[in-house]
């Protein structure tokens, strides 16, 4: 089946050590999308690759970064987690706008982050 | 400010009844609206997207589109206790790169 993965489901850092999260698609998706979602919150878009053109949301803090190597696979890097940066990260993937009009996004499972 | 609100509930109906999910948006231009069903702990799921006014039906779901109103709403037919879930409604910028606004989610409760 088509789907997206996300790797590992689940983190445990310790404050200040650098940390990678993986996502893939075998959707075969151009859109590429990286969300931070806490308790009781809504989900977060950090930034979103159209193809290779990065997009960076305004107010996402510069200690997350993320590569998009090929089409099929997207990394989010945190590179000095704080405590407030505990929380589910999420990556999405959807097919291309047209005009004004966005086709829906497919989540993949998440991964826990905790920082200790 | 773009922004979608949402009743954060708790919602809760009985066994067998239709739930009611409503969601507003400030953006006139959006175009694309979704709802979501996120467990607790788990990733959303896609339930039903809309693009025009009025009513879309997929099974035990209907989705209900005003533009005027700026208003999207959920409706749950025969709910079960399986539904209990957070359901999140996502709309896109209008005339931007695609982007999604969530709402905070309103959480569903179905009593056997």
């Known amino acids: 089946d088509a789907m997206v993965i996300q790797n590992p489901r689940y983190q445990v850092t310790q404050f200040g050590k650098p940390v990678t999260l993986s996502c893939s698609q075998t959707l075969n998706h151009n859109v590429m999308y990286w969300y931070q979602q806490k308790s009781s919150q809504a989900p977060k878009l950090l930034f979103h690759?159209?193809?290779?053109?990065?997009?960076n949301e305004a107010d996402t803090p510069d200690n997350f970064q993320s590569r998009r190597p090929n089409t099929s696979f997207c990394f989010l890097d945190i590179r000095s987690p704080g405590l407030g940066d505990a929380a589910m990260y999420l990556c999405?993937?959807?097919?291309?706008?047209?005009?004004?009009?966005?086709?829906?996004?497919?989540f993949g499972p998440g991964t826990r982050l905790t920082v200790t | 400010q773009k922004e979608v609100e949402q009743n954060s509930g708790p919602l809760s109906v009985p066994e067998g009844a239709i739930a009611s999910l409503n969601c507003t948006y400030s953006d006139r231009g959006s175009q694309s609206f979704f709802w979501y069903r996120q467990y607790s702990g788990k990733s959303p799921e896609l339930i039903m997207f809309i693009y025009s006014n009025g009513d879309k039906e997929d099974g035990r779901f209907t989705a209900q589109l005003n533009k005027a109103s700026q208003y999207v709403s959920l409706l749950i037919r025969d709910s079960q206790p399986s539904d209990s879930a957070t359901y999140l409604c996502a709309v896109n910028y209008g005339g931007s790169q695609g982007n999604l606004i969530f709402g905070k989610g309103t959480k569903l409760s179905v009593k056997p």
């Open positions: 999405a993937t959807s097919r291309d706008h047209f005009r004004g009009f966005t086709y829906e996004q497919y």
């Open positions: 690759y159209y193809d290779k053109d990065f997009n």
